[in-house]
Each structure stands twice: as C-alpha cells, then as structure tokens.
C-alpha cells in the first residue's frame, strides 16, 4: 500500500518514512504543503500522513484543497496543537483521524490500519476470502488454518487485492501501491502475481488475470 508522508522536520520525516517500509508500505515523502497536494492529486495513495504545519501550505489548507477538487484518500494528521478547538478545525476541514506530538509509532500505524479498513469497507482488523485470512496489524497470512510464508512484496500484492476484492485492480494500481517504483515492468509483476498463485493453492481464493486490465480474486 502506498503512503504520503508530508512533514517538512526532515528528522521525523525519516523515522515515518523508515519505520513505514519496515512494515511494508511504499512511501513517497514532501516537506511542503503546495508539494504535498500536487502529489495527492496526480498520484493513488491509500493514504496521507500529514503535518499541519508545513510550508507553501498549511495540512488544513491542503486537506480542504483536496476534498474541494474530488480527493477522497484517507488523512492522519499530525500537529503539536492539541486543544478542542483544534482537533474539531482538523476534523471539520476533511482529516479522516488526529493525532498530536509526540507520539508512539505503534498507535500511528494502528490508525493507519483503522483508516484503511474503513475506506474499504472491511467490517473488522482481520481481511478474508474463502479459507484465506490476512492480518495486518500481525502480518500473518493463513489458508485454512495454515500459516503461509510471503515475501513483503507477496504480502502488499495480497493485502491490496484483498482491500479491493471484488473489483479488478489494474497493473498500474498494483505497481502504484506496492512498489516504490510505479514503473516496474509488467513481467516483472507477473512473476511475483505466479509466486503468489503457487502459494495461495490451498486458500479456496486464486488470483486470475483479467485481459488488458489487471488482476482480482476469485473464489475456488
């Protein structure tokens, strides 16, 4: 799943960016609001981290920007202010979830789970199809009751096919949310989506091709 991160503290900046692909996200990082919103409008995030300060253009100013012009990613924001007021302003102007600083990096990433499951519409932490479960907050992918070794890319591969189950998810989507790099060549993601099917053989869910377009699951 691929993540904005904008903090224009070039210290907490990496730590979010670090402690982010560690748990298996693709991160693109701004350290400016105006910057942060160009890339939020030409680019498919999951989701945004995002300071409230921040140069070019205050968090708010971007969120509002966003939602104005059609942007419906998901938005954690991050500030050091913290009264009512505040809190009720970062809400009201389009953040999905607050949070202030400092902070301990496990709740951010629980928020982070929690804004991805709703925006998928999943009804609990843990995502299913047929004898198929993932856990993100674990990282644990079982197939009837069976624990499955995947590789982190094999993992994210899964993870954004699942959140998006039923509907097709398309090569560049794919490439988009689980590469760092959205260019990868295409036989490059056919030979980790093969990887994928060889492991999922007792999970009653494979993953099917769909000409010209891209990849889903399916039952059976």
């Known amino acids: 799943m691929r993540v904005l991160v904008a903090e224009d503290d070039a210290g907490l900046r990496s730590v979010l960016e ?63 202010l913290d009264t009512h007021d505040d809190r009720i302003a970062g809400l009201d102007g389009g953040a999905d979830d607050y949070m202030a600083k400092p902070f301990h990096f ?43 070794a995947l590789t982190p890319r094999e993992f994210a591969m899964l993870e954004f096919l699942l959140r998006r189950s039923p509907a097709v998810v398309s090569r560049e989507s794919l490439a988009s949310q689980v590469w760092e790099d959205d260019s990868v060549a295409w036989n490059t993601i056919e030979v980790h989506i093969a990887r994928l099917r060889a492991k999922l053989v007792h999970a009653d869910v494979r993953v099917v091709a769909v000409r010209g377009i891209g990849y889903r699951l399916v039952d059976g």
């Open 106 to 148: 496990g709740e951010l990433l629980a928020r982070l789970r929690a804004l991805l499951r709703r925006s998928a519409g999943a009804d609990g932490p843990v995502l299913s199809r047929g004898r198929l479960t993932l856990d993100p907050a674990t990282r644990e992918v079982r197939a009837d009751g069976r624990a499955l």
């Open 18 to 80: 670090r402690g982010l692909r560690k748990h298996g996200y693709a991160v693109d990082a701004a350290e400016r609001g105006d910057d942060a919103l160009h890339m939020l409008r030409v680019n498919e995030y999951a989701a945004v981290v995002l300071d409230w300060r921040l140069p070019g253009m205050e968090g708010i100013d971007v969120v509002r920007s966003a939602r104005s012009a059609g942007v419906r990613t998901p938005v954690l924001m991050l500030t050091a």
